[in-house]
C-alpha cells in the first residue's frame, strides 16, 4: 500500500503555497501567538497550525522527516499524541498520513529504500534507538489495517497468535482467557462463541475487521494504530466498529487514519490534517471542523481538495 | 488494565533474546541454503575451466621427415591409399633417436607421436606430389600421452606401472623439448575433426553439426505451430471443456520427463514411420515435440501481456478478428514469442536423454552432411567422452562442455537482449 | 535432395499463384483502380489461390513421402520367392535390409546372390518410378488446385472470409498437436507394453524382486528366461529422488525464503540469475560432475571415516539432482511467498511477530499448497530424470536402502535396454516400454497433482 502511495505523490505536481501568505496572517487569531511553537505562518506555508502540544503526551514526534530513497514523503512532523486520546489523520490520498502512522510502530523498517530521520519517543523512550527492538515495540504499539487481514487460521488461533508468540499465557487457560476477553472487547464474542475453530477468513467482511481488533488488544498493547479501518467496510460495519473504538479509547491511545471527515468528527478528540507531507494543522475536532486556521485544511474539509 | 500491561511488557521483554537468537539462526540458515547453490556453481566452473582448459591445447612434435620414394613407393608407384606414410614417421624417429634399439624398445619410442603424422604426411603428399624424395621439417601431433605429460595431468614421479607412459618415453619426451622439439599450440583438431577412438584426433565438428541440424528442423517446426497454437488459444478457443483440456495438456507436456518423448520418437518416427535412425530430422522432430509446450507457455503470456485496448481498438475500426490478431497482436508480442523460442532451443541443445532413444549415441567419425545422415549432438558427445576410461578424453568432455555452456550462454543472453531492447511497458 | 527440389518449384507455383490470384482479382473488376469493387482486398484473392494450390499438393506429398517405404517393401517382399518369403519375420527383416544396402550401393554383410541382386534392382527401379509419379502428381494437383480457386475469383467472392476460415484450421491444428503428443505417447509405450505383458505377467513385473533382463539368444541356454521385477528398480528411484529432495527441498525453500525475506535487492539481483543459471545447465553436464568429481569425492569422504561406499553409490547421484533441482524448488516456492497478499505479513509483522515467525507461522502455512504443489512437481522431475543416474549411478538392481551402495533407476534402465543394436520385439526391449508406462503414468499423476495444487493456490489469493 504504502509503495501505491508513492508513486501517486510523485505523480502529483510540487507542493507549493495555494494562497498568498498574506491571507493565512489576516485569517490568524490573535491568540496564536501565545502558543508554544505555531505562532507564524511562512509564505510556503511550512510550519504547523494549530496546537501541536498537548497535555499528558505518550507518543512525541519531533522533526520527523521520511524518505523513500529520493522521495521526501514526510517533512518535518512535529506532533504529541496524549495519554488515551483519540486522534484522527486526514488529508487527501497520498498526504503521507499513513506512512507516518506506520512510523510510530517502525513498520517501515521492512522497506529497504526507507529513511526516518527526527525523533518519535514513546512513553518517554526512543523508539528508533538501537537498543529498542520493532518487536518490543510494536507489542506495545499494536495496528489494524486497511482491508481486514485475518489469519488463514481459526478464529481463535488468529486471537491466540500474539499472545503465543510473545510468550503471554502460561497455559491453555491463561491463552483461553485472553482469546475470550479480547473477543468480548472487540464485540466479537457472542457471533463466533460456537466457531472458534472456523477459519477466520470466513467472516463476514465487519466481522473479520473486529477479529482483528481483537488480535491486536490480546498483544494488550497501549496504542492501537487504525490505517482507514472502516474503508472496505459497508456502514453498518463501519457503525460498529466506530463504537468500538469509542469504547476502547477508555483504554487506549488510538491513532486513525480515516478519509471521512464525518468518521472523524464521530470518533476522535484532536484532529491532524496533513497535505503533501506536511502536517498542515492540529487541533480539537470541533476547531477543525468549524474553524479551520489554514486554508488548506478549510479547502479540505469544505470538498475543495479531495 | 495498567498493572497487566506492565506485566505483558516484561514477558515481551524476557522472550526477546530468545527470539533474536532464533531469528538470527533462521536468517543464517537461509543464508548457508543460498550460498549453498553459488557455491556449487563457482566449484563446478573452477572445476570444468581447470579439467578443460587444456584441451584447448595440443602437444606437437617436429620431426625431420625425408619422404623417401623408396618407403613409399616401393615399387615406383605412389598409391596414396596404401603406402606407408606410419613408416616415414618411424624412420624420422629413428634418426632422432639414433641409440634406440631393439623391437620393443622402438615401438615404444614410435608412441610418441599420434597416429595423425601418419595422416598428415599423406595429406601433404597428395597436395603437393613433387614433395616426393625431399625432406621436410614438420609439426606432427604428439600421442595423448605425451600431450598429458605435457600438460601434467600425468605425473611423472609415481611408478611407472602406474602411468600409461613409461621411463624410457619420459625422457625421450624431455630430449624432445630439449632441442625445441616439442611445444603446445591451439587445439584446432577440436572444432575441425568428428570422433574418434584417438583422444589427440576427436573433435566436436560432427556433434556440432548433428546438434546444428537438429535445431533447424526444431526451430522450423517448434516456433511456427508453437506460435500458431498460442495465437489459436488464447484469441480463437471458446472456453469450454476442449480448450481446457488443450491447457492441462500443455502444461503436463512441459513437466514430462525427456525420455518419454524419446520412447515416443522411438515407436513413431523410427519403427512406425521408418525414418532412419540416429538421423537429425528425427532428433529434431522429437526435441520440436518436447520445446512446443515451452514456446506455447511463453507465447500465450506474450499475448496475454498485449493490452486489451489495442485489440478494441483495431476491431473498432472494422479489423476482422484475423486481421487483429495478425496485424497488432502478432507484432507487439512477438518479443515475448522469440525469447520463449530461444529459452526452448537452449533447453533443445542440452537435451540429451531423448536422442539416445532414438540412436544418436552411435560412434560416428563423419561429420554429418544433411538431415539424414547418421549424426551424434554436443551434449551426446558428452555423454560418450565421459564414458571413455582415457585421461585425455575426460579433457575432451570437459571443453565440449565449456563449448555447449558457452552456446548455451550465448542463446541466454541473446533472449535477455531481445526481453529488454523490444520489451514494451503498457 | 530430389524431395527438396520438388518443394522448391511447389514453392515457386505457390509465389506464381499468388500473383496470378492477385492480377485475376483486379482483372474481375477492370483494373486496379476499380478494385474497391471487390469483397476483400486484392491480397486476399492472391492468399486463395495460394492455399488451393499449395496445401492439397503439400498434404499428398507428405503422405507420399511417409507411405512410400512401406509400400515399396512390400511390393518387394511380394515379388520374392516362395523360400525367402516364408522366412521367419527377423531373418526377412535381415534380408530386406541388405536389399536396401545394396540398393544404396552400401557394403553389405553376408553373400550376395541373385535374388537379392534383382531384388535390389527393382527396388532401384520402383524407387524411381516413385519419386516420378510423385512429382508429377503433386506438380499436377498445385496446378490444377489454382487453377479451380482462379476461376472461383468474382467481385463478391469473400476471399478474406475463406482464406481466415482456412488460417483459423491451421490454427486449430496446430494447438491440436499437442493433444496428438500426448496421445501419441499413450499409444507407443501402451502398445508395447501390452505386448510386454503378454510375456510377462503384471504381478511379476510389479512385485518381483529380482530384475535381470538378460535374455539368451537361444532358447536351451542356461538362464534364458530374464527376470523381471521392477521393485528393485523402483526401489532405487525412489532411494535417488528421495536423496535429492532431501538436498533440494531445505535448500530451495530457504534460498527462497532468504531472497524473499531478507536479501537486500543487491544480493538478489546477484543470487536470482546465478540460480537460474544452475537450472540452465544440461543434465548430461551434471552427470559428467556427479560421475568424475562427486562420486569419488563421496567414495574417498565415506572411506575416510570407514565406510564400504560404492563407486557408483546413490548418494553421488542423489546430491547431485538435489542440487539440479535447487532452482526449481526456489522458484516455486518463491511463487508461492510472493503470492501470500502482503496484508499477511503486515498484519503478523504489526503484531510483534519476528521475521522468522512471520515466515514460519503465517507465510509458509498460508502459501503450502503452492510449495506443495511445487514439491511434487520437483519429484516428478527427478523421477524423470536420466542423464545424472545414467552416468553417475550403477546398472545392478540391487534392492537396498542403504545410500552408500550402487542402485539404479527406472530411466537407466530404459536407457541400457534401448541402446544399442536389439531386435525391436524381444521381451528386453518391451520391458523399456513397459517401464516408460510406469514413468509416464506416475510423473503424470504428480504433474497435475502439483499443477492443480500450484493453481487452485494461486486462484485463492487472485
Not at chain 1, 249 to 254: K, L, N, P, R, V
Not at chain 2, 110 to 126: E, F, H, K, P, T
Not at chain 3, 38 to 50: A, C, E, V
Amino acid at each position: 500500500m504504502t509503495e501505491t502511495k508513492i508513486t501517486e505523490e510523485k505523480a502529483m505536481p510540487e507542493a507549493g503555497p495555494v494562497e498568498p501568505a498574506g491571507e493565512f496572517a489576516a485569517q490568524k487569531p490573535n491568540g496564536a501567538a501565545a502558543r508554544k511553537v505555531v505562532d507564524r505562518v511562512t509564505e510556503f506555508g511550512e510550519e504547523t497550525v494549530g496546537e501541536v502540544r498537548c497535555e499528558n503526551p505518550f507518543v512525541i514526534s519531533e522533526n520527523v522527516n521520511v524518505y523513500y530513497g529520493d522521495n521526501h514523503a514526510i517533512r518535518d512532523v512535529t506532533l504529541e499524541i496524549g495519554r488515551s486520546e483519540v486522534i484522527a489523520l486526514i488529508g487527501p490520498s497520498g498526504c503521507g498520513k499513513s506512512t507516518y502512522l506506520r512510523c510510530l510502530n517502525r513498520m517501515n523498517d521492512s522497506i529497504e529504500s526507507a529513511r526516518v530521520t527526527g525523533t518519535i519517543t514513546l512513553d518517554g523512550r526512543d523508539i528508533y534507538s538501537s537498543d529498542l527492538d520493532p518487536v518490543a515495540l510494536r507489542a506495545r504499539v499494536g495496528m489494524v489495517f486497511q482491508k481486514p487481514n485475518p489469519f488463514p487460521k481459526s478464529i481463535y488461533d488468529n486471537v491466540a497468535y500474539g499472545p503465543r508468540i510473545h510468550g503471554l499465557a502460561a497455559d491453555r487457560a491463561e491463552l483461553d482467557d485472553i482469546v475470550h476477553t479480547s473477543l468480548d472487547r472487540a464485540g466479537l464474542l457472542k457471533e463466533v462463541k460456537d466457531r472458534m475453530d472456523e477459519p477466520g477468513t470466513g467472516l463476514s467482511g465487519g466481522q473479520q475487521q473486529r477479529l482483528c481488533i481483537a488480535r491486536t488488544i490480546a498483544v494488550n498493547p497501549e496504542v492501537i494504530l487504525m490505517d482507514e479501518p472502516c474503508s472496505a467496510l459497508d456502514p453498518i460495519a463501519t457503525a460498529r466498529i466506530e463504537d468500538l473504538i469509542d469504547e476502547l479509547s477508555e483504554d487506549y491511545t488510538i491513532v486513525i487514519v480515516t478519509h471521512s471527515m464525518q468518521q472523524a468528527a464521530r470518533v476522535s478528540r484532536r484532529v491532524a490534517y496533513f497535505h503533501l507531507g506536511r502536517l498542515v494543522e492540529v487541533d480539537e475536532t470541533d476547531k477543525i471542523f468549524t474553524n479551520p486556521q489554514h486554508k488548506l485544511t478549510e479547502d479540505y474539509i469544505t470538498g475543495r481538495i479531495g | 488494565m495498567r498493572a497487566s500491561r506492565k506485566n505483558s511488557r516484561e514477558i515481551v521483554e524476557a522472550g526477546l533474546a530468545r527470539r533474536r537468537r532464533k531469528e538470527a539462526a533462521f536468517r543464517a540458515s537461509g543464508m548457508l541454503a543460498t550460498a549453498v547453490g553459488v557455491i556449487f556453481l563457482g566449484v563446478f566452473f573452477a572445476t570444468l575451466v581447470m579439467q578443460g582448459a587444456s584441451a584447448f591445447k595440443q602437444t606437437f612434435i617436429k620431426l625431420d621427415v625425408e619422404m623417401s620414394a623408396s618407403v613409399l613407393a616401393p615399387d615406383g608407384k605412389l598409391d596414396l591409399a596404401y603406402a606407408d606414410f606410419d613408416g616415414l614417421v618411424r624412420n624420422a624417429l629413428r634418426k632422432e633417436f639414433p641409440d634406440v634399439s631393439g623391437r620393443s624398445e622402438r615401438r615404444e619410442l614410435y608412441r610418441l607421436v599420434s597416429i595423425a603424422a601418419g595422416y598428415q604426411l599423406r595429406d601433404m603428399v597428395a597436395a603437393d606430389p613433387s614433395l616426393l624424395g625431399s625432406t621436410s621439417t614438420i609439426w606432427v601431433p604428439a600421442s595423448s600421452n605425451v600431450d598429458m605429460l605435457i600438460k601434467g595431468n600425468i605425473d611423472p614421479e609415481i611408478d611407472e606401472s602406474l602411468r600409461p607412459i613409461n621411463d624410457a618415453q619420459v625422457a625421450w619426451v624431455e630430449s624432445l623439448q630439449e632441442n625445441d622439439r616439442l611445444e603446445t599450440r591451439f587445439n584446432t583438431a577440436l572444432f575441425t575433426n568428428g570422433d574418434s577412438r584417438e583422444p589427440e584426433l576427436a573433435g566436436i565438428r560432427g556433434a556440432l553439426m548433428g546438434s546444428f541440424y537438429m535445431l533447424i528442423v526444431t526451430v522450423a517446426l517448434a516456433f511456427p505451430i508453437g506460435v500458431a497454437a498460442a495465437i489459436y488459444l488464447e484469441e480463437f478457443a471458446p472456453r469450454s471443456r476442449w480448450s481446457d483440456l488443450i491447457e492441462v495438456n500443455i502444461n503436463n507436456l512441459a513437466a514430462v520427463p525427456s525420455i518419454v518423448f524419446g520412447l515416443l520418437g522411438l515407436a513413431v518416427f523410427i519403427n512406425w514411420m521408418a525414418l532412419p535412425r540416429s538421423a537429425p530430422l528425427v532428433g529434431g522432430l522429437v526435441l520440436s515435440l518436447l520445446t512446443l509446450p515451452v514456446i506455447i507457455i511463453a507465447s500465450r503470456a506474450a499475448i496475454q501481456s498485449v493490452p486489451p485496448s489495442i485489440r478494441e481498438a483495431a476491431l473498432g475500426l472494422g479489423a476482422s478478428k484475423m486481421q487483429v490478431v495478425f496485424h497488432h497482436v502478432m507484432p507487439l508480442a512477438l518479443p515475448g514469442m522469440l525469447t520463449g523460442t530461444i529459452i526452448g532451443m537452449s533447453r533443445a541443445l542440452g537435451e540429451s536423454a531423448p536422442l539416445l532413444m532414438i540412436g544418436m549415441v552411435a560412434f560416428i567419425v563423419d561429420v554429418p552432411g544433411g538431415f539424414t545422415d547418421p549424426a551424434t549432438a554436443l551434449p551426446v558427445q558428452v555423454y560418450l567422452w565421459a564414458d571413455s576410461p582415457e585421461r585425455a578424453f575426460a579433457e575432451r568432455t570437459s571443453a565440449a562442455i565449456i563449448v555447449l555452456l558457452g552456446f548455451l550462454l550465448i542463446m541466454n543472453l541473446a533472449a535477455v537482449i531481445i526481453r529488454k531492447r523490444m520489451e514494451r511497458k503498457w | 535432395m530430389q524431395n527438396l527440389t520438388l518443394i522448391l518449384v511447389l514453392a515457386a507455383m505457390a509465389g506464381g499463384a499468388f500473383y496470378m490470384g492477385r492480377r485475376r482479382s483486379f482483372a474481375v473488376v477492370g483494373g486496379p483502380a476499380h478494385s474497391a469493387q471487390l469483397h476483400s482486398l486484392p491480397g486476399y484473392y492472391g492468399y486463395f489461390t495460394l492455399i488451393w494450390c499449395l496445401l492439397p499438393a503439400l498434404g499428398l506429398f507428405l503422405l507420399w513421402v511417409l507411405l512410400e517405404p512401406k509400400v515399396i517393401v512390400a511390393l518387394i517382399v511380394e515379388s520374392l520367392p516362395d523360400a525367402q518369403r516364408t522366412m521367419s519375420a527377423g531373418e526377412l527383416n535381415l534380408l530386406v535390409n541388405n536389399i536396401q544396402n545394396l540398393a544404396a550401393g552400401d557394403a553389405i554383410s553376408g553373400e550376395i546372390d541373385t535374388v537379392m541382386r534383382d531384388a535390389a534392382d527393382r527396388f532401384n527401379e520402383y524407387v524411381a518410378a516413385s519419386r516420378q509419379m510423385l512429382a508429377m502428381l503433386t506438380l499436377g494437383l498445385a496446378g490444377l488446385g489454382g487453377a479451380i480457386a482462379l476461376r472461383r475469383i468474382r467481385p463478391e467472392f469473400r476471399a478474406r472470409n475463406r482464406v481466415e476460415q482456412v488460417v483459423l484450421y491451421l490454427l486449430i491444428a496446430a494447438s491440436s498437436i499437442a493433444i496428438l503428443t500426448t496421445i501419441g505417447i499413450v499409444l507407443s509405450v501402451l502398445f508395447e507394453a501390452i505386448r510386454f505383458f503378454r510375456e510377462v505377467s503384471v504381478t511379476e513385473f510389479l512385485f518381483g524382486l529380482t530384475w535381470s533382463p538378460q535374455t539368451a539368444i537361444r532358447a536351451d541356454q542356461v538362464g534364458s528366461s530374464g527376470s523381471f521385477g521392477a521393485v528393485p528398480l523402483f526401489a532405487g528411484t525412489l532411494l535417488i529422488t528421495a536423496i535429492a529432495m532431501v538436498v533440494a527441498v531445505p535448500v530451495g525453500l530457504m534460498t527462497a525464503i532468504y531472497l524473499a525475506e531478507y536479501s537486500s535487492s543487491r544480493i538478489r539481483a546477484v543470487a536470482k540469475p546465478l540460480l537460474e543459471l544452475l537450472a540452465g545447465i544440461p543434465t548430461v553436464v551434471y552427470g559428467f560432475f556427479a560421475a568424475l568429481t562427486v562420486a569419488p569425492w563421496v567414495r574417498t569422504a565415506g572411506e575416510s571415516i570407514g565406510l564400504q561406499v560404492a563407486s557408483e553409490s546413490a548418494l553421488a547421484a542423489g546430491l547431485v539432482m538435489g542440487i539440479m533441482i535447487i532452482p526449481l524448488v526456489s522458484s516455486l516456492s518463491d511463487d508461492a511467498i510472493h503470492a501470500v497478499p502482503t496484508a499477511m505479513r503486515d498484519g503478523a509483522l504489526g503484531l510483534g511477530s519476528t521475521r522468522s515467525e512471520t515466515m514460519i507461522k503465517v507465510i509458509l502455512p498460508a502459501a503450502l499448497p503452492g510449495i506443495v504443489g511445487g514439491i511434487l512437481l520437483a519429484v516428478s522431475r527427478a523421477i524423470g530424470e536420466t542423464m545424472i543416474v545414467v552416468m553417475a549411478a550403477g546398472l545392478a538392481a540391487n534392492l537396498t536402502a542403504n545410500p552408500f551402495e550402487a542402485v539404479t533407476t527406472v530411466t537407466v534402465q530404459i536407457v541400457t535396454l534401448l541402446v544399442g543394436d536389439q531386435e525391436f520385439d524381444s521381451a528386453k526391449t518391451l520391458a523399456a516400454f513397459a517401464l516408460g508406462l510406469m514413468l509416464f503414468v506416475v510423473t503424470l499423476c504428480l504433474n497435475v497433482l502439483g499443477l492443480t495444487f500450484v493453481r487452485k493456490y494461486r486462484e485463492q489469493y487472485e
